[in-house]
C-alpha cells in the first residue's frame, strides 16, 4: 500500500485541475502477460477505418507503462504529413485517444447498430495544440454474466471482434470473459472420476448457460449440451482471451463457485453436500443445485483444481481476478452472520489457495433481494479482506447499494449502468442521473475503483450507453442538453442534422430519455409481448415495469419531427443506417404505446358486455401487430431469423444439432424454460416474432373474448400454441424470411396512413 500511495502522491499533481478530486483508491497491478504494442492499435484501424491505414495515424505508448495504469492517459497532437500523433498509458489509453479524436475531431461514432467511419474524411481534422485526456478510475468494467446468454450466445469470433474493438475504443479495460467455461469444468469434474453422463446432466444448454454458472439451474432441456458446442465455444473463448490480452484488457475469468453434479459423490462419498436454493418454478432436476459449503474441506480441493487446470489450459495465464456469486437471486441456508462470514471466507482462501494473487470479483445484484440488510451484508462482506474483493455495483442509477452500506464497508466497487433487463427494447433512460452520479459517487466515496455497464442484454438505448461510456473520462457533470445535440451530431452527421431532427431529440431527451417518475424498473417492457390476458399487463411497477415514465404524446410529437426530418424525398437520411435503426426503433414504440390503449378499450368494451365494440377493438390490437411487423422487417436489427440463423450456424449443417440449437433459441426468448418457467422475461420486439408468436396469440385472445370467455379453455389453447412454437423450423411456413423486408419509408408513411387516425382518435390529438 506504501507504494500506491507514493503512485498518488505523484498523480495528484496532475489532477489537482480536475473539478473531481481523485481519493486515493485500491489500486492493482496485474501482470497482463503478453507483450504490448502498438501493433494491436493499428491492426484496429485496418479493421474499422480501412481508409486511414498506418499512413494517416503515430501511435505511441508513453509514459511508465502499468498495465493497467491507476488512470490511463492519452494525448492528440498533429504530426508532420499530415498526421495524427497519439500517445497513451496504455493501448486502451490510446484506442480511447483515438476514440475521443473520432467522435470530437471527426464527428463520427460507433454503436452496437452501426457506426459511421465511412464517412472520416481522408484528410483528418487537424487539432488545436495538444488535446489530453485521462481516465478518473482505474478500471472500466463491461458485461452482465447473463449478457452471455441474452446477446452474445450465439456470436462467432468475427462479431466479437466487432465488439472487442468497440469496446478498445470506448476505454473498457475489464471485461467479463465467460464464454467456453464448460470446457474447464468439464475437465476439472473428469479430474475428480466423473464420467460424461454425470457431467452432461449439470451442464447447461447453449442458450442458458448463464444461470448454470449461477447456480440458479442445472442440465439442459430436452436434451443434454452437445460436446461440440462446448469444444467449439472454447476455441472461440481462446481467440477471445487472445484479443483482450493483446489490447492489455484485464478478463475477469470463472472460478468455482461450489455448484457440483451430483456424481460428486463418487470422489467425495463424505462430502457434506447442500442444496442451492429451488429457482424460479424449474422443475426438480433442474433447479436446486448440489452445493459445496466453502469452508468444507471439498471446496478448497476443486477450487484448486479449477484454478490449475483452467491455467493450463491458458498456457500458464491466468487474469488473477475472478468470478464468484454464491448467492445470486438464492438465499443463503442460514443468515447467521458467522455463517455469512465463514461462507465469503471459505471462498477467499480457496482462491488464494488457488493463486495467491488471486481477487476475487462479485456481483452486487444479490442485495437487492430485502432479505440482505445491511447487518447481512456486513457479515458476508467481512469474511475476506478488502483489497482482495472488488463489488459490482450493479444498478447504480436505479438503486444504489454503495451508498447505504457505507460503500460496501471498505471493499472497493464499480459502479455501473444496468438500465436493460432480458434485452428488452423499450425506449428509456435517465440521462441527466448517468451524466452526474457516477462524478457524485467517486468524490464522496473512498472506495470506487471503476465505472461500468452490466446490461443483461445489448442493443437498445444506445444514447444512454454511450453517455455512461464518456463518464470514467468526464472530470464534471455533463450538460444533457448540449451532449445530446452532439450525440445526434456524431450519429448522423453534423450536415444531415435540420432543425426538426435537433427539435425531435430534445423533445426525447426531457420525455423518454429522462425518467421522472422513478419507476426503478429499467427499461420499460411493452405488454404485447407478454401472455394475454384480462388484468395485471398495464401499468405495472418495479421490476419488468410497463409503466410508461413520459406521456406518449411526447414520443408522437416526436415521431412527427423525424418525418419532417427526412420528408423531402431526397434526404439522404433516409438512407442513413442509423436513421433508419433510430426510426424504425421510434415507430416500434409509438405502436407499442398505442397497443396498450387498444388493449384498455377491448377489455372495457368486453366487460361492458358489448361484443361488437369488442370484435371492432380486437381486430384493432391484432393489426396493429401486422403493422408492426411490417416496420419492424425493414431493418436487419429487429429480426428474429437473424438469431435463428446465428444459433443454427454452429451445428455446420447437420439437421439434429440444427434443430435443437433452433429450439434453444426459441425457447429462451420467449417460454424461457420447458415448461414456460420464466415466459416471456427475454421478449423481443422482433419482425417474426411478432408475427409468428405475439400475433396469433393475441389472436387467440380475442377470439376467446369477443366469444364466451372460458379462462380454461384459453389457457389450453394458448399453452399448447406457445408449447408447438417451440419446435417449429424457420422458414418452412410462408413470409419467414431470413432478410430485411421492404423500405423503411415507404413501410412507415404506409402504416402512418393507417394508424394516424387512430393515435388522433384515442390520444384526443387535435
Ligand atoms: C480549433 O481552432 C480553430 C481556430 O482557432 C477553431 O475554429 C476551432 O473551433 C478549434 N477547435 C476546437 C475543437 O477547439
Ligand atoms: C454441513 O454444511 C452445513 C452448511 O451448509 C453446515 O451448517 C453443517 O454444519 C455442515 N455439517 C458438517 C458435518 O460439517
Ligand atoms: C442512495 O442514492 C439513491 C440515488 O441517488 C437515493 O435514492 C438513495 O436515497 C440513497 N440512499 C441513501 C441511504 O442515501
Ligand atoms: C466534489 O466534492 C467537492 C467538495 O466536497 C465539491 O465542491 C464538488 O462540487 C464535488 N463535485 C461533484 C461532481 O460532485
Ligand atoms: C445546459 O446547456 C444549455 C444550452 O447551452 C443551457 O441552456 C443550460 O442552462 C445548461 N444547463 C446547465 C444545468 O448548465
Ligand atoms: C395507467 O396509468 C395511466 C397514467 O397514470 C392512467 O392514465 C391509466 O388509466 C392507467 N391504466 C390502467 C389500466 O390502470
Ligand atoms: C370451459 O372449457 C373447458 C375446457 O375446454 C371445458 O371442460 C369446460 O366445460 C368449459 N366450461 C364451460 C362453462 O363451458
Redesign the pocket.
Known amino acids: 500500500m506504501v507504494f500506491l500511495q507514493i503512485a498518488f502522491l505523484l498523480l495528484s499533481t496532475v489532477t489537482t485541475l480536475w473539478a473531481v478530486p481523485i481519493r486515493q483508491q485500491n489500486a492493482y497491478n496485474l501482470p497482463n502477460g503478453l507483450p504490448i504494442s502498438v501493433d494491436i492499435v493499428h491492426d484496429l484501424v485496418k479493421r474499422r477505418l480501412p481508409q486511414h491505414t498506418h499512413s494517416s495515424f503515430i501511435f505511441e505508448l508513453a509514459g511508465p507503462q502499468i498495465v493497467p495504469a491507476l488512470h490511463d492517459t492519452y494525448t492528440i497532437s498533429n504530426a508532420h504529413d499530415e498526421k495524427i500523433l497519439i500517445r497513451g498509458s496504455s493501448p486502451i489509453a490510446i484506442t480511447s485517444g483515438l476514440n475521443h479524436y473520432l467522435k470530437y475531431y471527426c464527428k463520427v461514432d460507433s454503436y452496437w447498430s452501426s457506426n459511421r467511419f465511412a464517412e472520416i474524411p481522408i484528410t483528418l481534422p487537424r487539432v488545436n495544440g495538444t488535446v489530453s485526456g485521462g481516465s478518473n478510475v482505474q478500471w472500466r468494467y463491461y458485461l452482465n454474466v447473463v449478457t452471455f446468454s441474452y446477446s452474445t450466445a450465439w456470436w462467432n469470433f468475427e462479431r466479437w471482434e466487432q465488439e472487442i474493438d468497440w469496446m478498445a475504443l470506448n476505454g473498457i479495460n475489464m471485461p467479463l470473459a465467460f464464454v467456453g467455461q464448460e470446457y474447464v469444468a468439464q475437465k476439472v469434474f473428469k479430474s475428480f472420476g466423473l464420467n460424461d453422463i454425470d457431467i452432461s446432466t449439470f451442464l447447461g444448454g447453449p442458450a442458458f448457460l448463464a444461470w448454470q454458472r449461477l447456480g440458479n439451474i442445472q442440465g439442459s432441456w430436452p436434451v443434454p449440451c452437445p460436446q461440440f458446442w462446448i469444444d467449439a465455444q472454447w476455441v472461440l473463448q481462446r481467440r477471445i482471451i487472445h484479443r483482450l490480452r493483446s489490447f492489455g484488457m484485464t478478463p475477469v475469468l470463472p472460478a468455482f463457485a461450489g455448484f457440483v453434479p451430483e456424481a460428486i459423490t463418487k470422489a467425495f462419498p463424505n462430502a457434506n453436500l447442500t442444496h442451492a436454493a429451488h429457482w424460479a418454478n424449474f422443475p426438480p432436476q433442474f433447479t436446486s443445485v448440489t452445493a459445496i459449503y466453502p469452508l468444507d474441506p471439498e471446496f478448497l480441493i476443486i477450487q484448486r483444481r479449477y484454478l490449475h487446470v483452467q491455467r493450463l489450459l491458458y498456457g500458464g495465464w491466468t487474469s488473477h481476478i475472478y468470478n464468484v456469486d454464491l448467492y445470486n437471486e438464492l438465499k443463503p441456508a442460514s443468515f447467521d452472520p458467522e455463517y455469512l462470514k465463514s461462507s465469503t471466507h471459505g471462498v477467499w482462501k480457496s482462491l488464494k489457495a488457488g493463486d495467491s494473487k488471486a481477487i476475487w470479483m462479485m456481483q452486487g445484484w444479490l442485495f437487492h433481494a430485502s432479505y440482505w440488510t445491511n447487518e447481512r451484508i456486513a457479515a458476508l462482506l467481512a469474511g475476506a479482506p478488502d483489497e482482495d474483493v472488488i463489488v459490482l455495483d450493479l444498478y447504480s442509477e436505479e438503486k444504489p447499494v454503495w451508498n447505504r452500506t457505507d460503500s460496501y464497508y471498505g471493499k472497493p466497487f464499480i459502479w455501473n449502468m444496468l438500465h436493460d433487463f432480458g434485452g428488452n427494447q423499450g425506449l428509456y433512460a435517465k440521462l441527466q442521473v448517468i451524466a452526474k452520479d457516477p462524478l457524485v459517487a467517486l468524490n464522496s466515496s473512498n472506495s470506487m475503483v471503476g465505472m461500468g455497464i452490466t446490461m443483461e442484454g445489448l442493443n437498445t438505448n444506445e444514447i444512454a450507453y454511450a453517455l455512461m461510456l464518456e463518464m470514467p473520462w468526464r472530470h464534471r457533470p455533463v450538460n444533457t442538453t448540449e451532449w445530446v445535440q452532439a450525440f445526434i451530431g456524431r450519429r448522423y452527421g453534423t450536415e444531415r442534422v435540420n432543425n426538426k431532427l435537433a427539435a425531435a431529440w430534445e423533445l426525447l431527451r426531457r420525455t423518454v430519455y429522462e425518467n421522472k417518475g422513478g419507476t426503478n424498473g429499467g427499461v420499460v417492457k411493452s405488454i404485447y409481448e407478454l401472455r394475454p390476458a384480462l388484468q395485471g399487463l398495464v401499468n405495472r411497477t418495479g421490476k419488468h415495469s410497463t409503466a410508461l415514465t413520459y406521456d406518449a404524446r411526447d414520443l408522437i410529437d416526436a415521431w412527427h419531427l423525424f418525418l419532417a426530418a427526412a420528408a423531402s424525398p431526397t434526404s439522404t437520411l433516409r438512407t442513413l443506417d442509423s436513421f433508419r435503426y433510430d426510426f424504425v426503433d421510434l415507430t416500434r414504440q409509438v405502436l407499442t404505446n398505442l397497443f396498450v390503449v387498444l388493449y384498455g378499450h377491448l377489455i372495457l368494451a368486453s366487460r361492458s358486455g358489448l361484443p361488437d365494440h369488442a370484435r371492432k377493438w380486437g381486430d384493432l390490437v391484432v393489426d396493429l401487430l401486422a403493422s408492426m411487423d411490417e416496420v419492424l422487417a425493414t431493418d436487419k436489427h429487429f429480426l428474429l431469423g437473424t438469431w435463428i440463423a446465428d444459433a443454427r450456424k454452429w451445428a455446420n449443417g447437420d439437421p439434429e444439432l440444427e434443430k435443437f440449437l433452433e429450439y434453444q433459441a426459441r425457447n429462451q426468448i420467449t417460454l424461457w424454460g420447458p415448461d414456460g418457467e420464466i415466459s416471456d422475461y427475454a421478449s423481443k420486439q422482433w419482425s417474426g416474432l411478432v408475427s409468428t408468436y405475439y400475433q396469433p396469440r393475441w389472436r387467440i385472445f380475442v377470439n376467446h373474448l369477443v366469444t364466451e370467455w ?1 379462462h ?2 384459453y389457457l ?1 389453447e394458448v399453452t399448447q400454441f406457445e408449447y408447438r412454437w417451440q419446435t417449429q423450423t424457420w422458414g418452412e411456413r410462408e413470409g419467414e424470411v431470413w432478410e430485411v423486408v421492404g423500405d423503411t419509408w415507404e413501410v412507415v408513411q404506409k402504416i402512418g396512413e393507417k394508424w394516424e387516425p387512430v393515435l388522433k382518435e384515442v390520444y384526443d390529438i387535435k
Do not use: P
Request: glycine residues 0%.
Open positions: 372460458n380454461t379453455a389450453e
